[in-house]
């Protein structure tokens, strides 16, 4: 069976997405699409992933809570858990680790926490979108202290991408996967960075609007009789393993 998915998507918390980016809309769009597994990683927070899943469940699509950390060096890094609680865990952790500055939703946009129906609960006061004070190995180490897993993020990007930042993919370091956003890259990277050939590439949308959520695209394949409750770690657990997508 073909598992279509989308594992960089962001909901009106962060402040640069538009607000009707509720974790319902998301998913039922999501759905529309042909998706079969999404993730939401809203910028440095956690704090939607609840209603988020709440949606995946309403829909029957598996879902992963997880975030787009911004690194002291101004990398953005796709962290992914495979239960809440753990995200939970670890988005109070790191609340120690962001800038505390006021958002200015009037230049910068709001960041609305929702309930399970996509009603607007309260902003967050503070802004989102600073980088945090850990180094990227660092955010690395706690990431795996909370059970999760984490890569670059579109890394073919000027703007917060690994290569753009460090001049390179550092070989040492031994990340799970990589993430593109545009897949025609992969051949090329893959070749630039040989000790990246065996990774996961995962092409993702990094949606902050309704429009920017693709259709069905990339995909892997999975057990047909494989129930849609254990979708989602499944995915999980493959990429912590290396699983070629």
């Not at 962001?10 to 042909?34: E, F, K, Q, R, W």
């Not at 956003?181 to 990277?189: C, I, L, P, S, V």
Request: proline content about 6%; hydrophobic content about 40%; overall charge negative.
């Amino acid at each position: 069976m073909k598992l279509y998915y989308d594992l960089h998507t962001h909901s009106c918390l962060s402040p640069c997405a538009d607000d009707d980016m509720t974790p319902p809309h998301i998913v039922g769009m999501g759905y529309l699409n042909g998706l079969g597994l999404m993730a939401l990683t809203d910028h440095n927070s956690c704090a939607n992933c609840a209603p988020f899943l709440a949606a995946c469940e309403r829909y029957r699509m598996a879902g992963l809570p997880g975030m787009e950390l911004t690194t002291a060096e101004e990398i953005h890094l796709l962290c992914l858990f495979s239960c809440l609680q753990d995200a939970l865990v670890f988005d109070d952790t790191l609340s120690s680790h962001r800038m505390q500055l006021k958002n200015k939703p009037e230049i910068f946009g709001k960041q609305l926490i929702c309930d399970d129906d996509g009603h607007i609960l309260r902003e967050e006061e503070n802004l989102l979108i600073y980088a945090t004070d850990l180094m990227l190995e660092d955010a690395l180490d706690l990431v795996h202290a909370h059970n999760g897993i984490a890569y670059p993020a579109h890394i073919d990007r000027e703007a917060n991408g690994i290569e753009a930042i460090l001049g390179t993919i550092p070989p040492q370091i031994p990340f799970p996967a990589m993430e593109l956003h545009d897949g025609e890259k992969e051949a090329a990277y893959r070749e630039k960075y040989p000790h990246t050939a065996a990774l996961p590439y995962l092409v993702c949308s990094d949606a902050h609007t309704l429009g920017e959520l693709r259709e069905i695209n990339k995909h892997v394949e999975i057990p047909d009789d494989t129930p849609y409750e254990n979708v989602a770690r499944l995915f999980f657990e493959k990429i912590k393993k290396g699983w070629i997508v």
